[in-house]
């Protein structure tokens, strides 16, 4: 299994104390966070989009989660789930309109006080453009990079407010609560 996302596993144990038992990893990918949170005691709920979805169908990681869903299914399941996973999902949706339609999918299956984990790549001061950044994104130009400020622009509309929030090399990391 490939190894869990960093924010998840600093993270998992404070979710737990605060009594979070139902996860939605949303933009799942290979279900690495999907096993972790499972093999941790959450019941976890994994969606991403529907061709993604038919990748994984067979896979024997579906097998430890409540259930598998197309990213369309989400905007009437009402999950009402404790916490929402978004690990290096929101930072490659380029399009404005389908960040807000990502970001309002995860509000609206979110209880009220539950929290949505988000970790995206973050800006690397003083990176040059270069060829890799059509894939990694990794300079100051390139928009698939985000600061925590430009995260709390995008969801601070949808009801959500930031409780922490901290940098590594590459990627910021960053607890949003929803009101
Ligand atoms: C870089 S992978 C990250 C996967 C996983 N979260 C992880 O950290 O291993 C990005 C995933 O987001 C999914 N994705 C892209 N756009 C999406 C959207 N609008 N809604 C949900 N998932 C999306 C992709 O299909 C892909 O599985």
New binding site residues.
């Given amino acids: 299994m490939a190894i869990v996302?960093e924010s998840v596993r600093r993270y998992s144990t404070f979710f737990r104390k605060s009594q979070a038992t139902t996860v939605l990893d949303?933009?799942?990918?290979?279900m690495?966070?999907a096993l972790y949170m499972a093999e941790q005691g959450f019941r976890v709920f994994a969606?991403?989009?529907p061709e993604?979805i038919a990748r994984l169908q067979g896979c024997s990681a579906v097998d430890h989660v409540e259930r598998l869903m197309a990213?369309d299914e989400l905007t009437d399941s009402h999950l009402n789930v404790d916490l929402v996973l978004s690990?290096?999902?929101f930072n490659?949706?380029m399009e404005s309109s389908?960040r807000h339609a990502?970001a309002k999918n995860a509000v609206a299956n979110l209880k009220p006080g539950g929290y949505l984990l988000m970790e995206v790549r973050c800006r690397q001061p003083g990176a040059k453009c270069g060829a890799s950044c059509e894939e990694f994104f990794s300079c100051a130009e390139c928009s698939k990079t985000l600061t925590h400020n430009e995260l709390d622009a995008l969801l601070n509309p949808h009801g959500l407010r930031r409780i922490s929030h901290y940098y590594r090399s590459h990627a910021v990391s960053a607890i949003y609560q929803k009101l």
């Fill in positions: 996302a949303y933009g799942t990918g290979t690495r966070n969606a991403d989009l993604q990213t690990t290096y999902v490659i949706i389908l990502y």
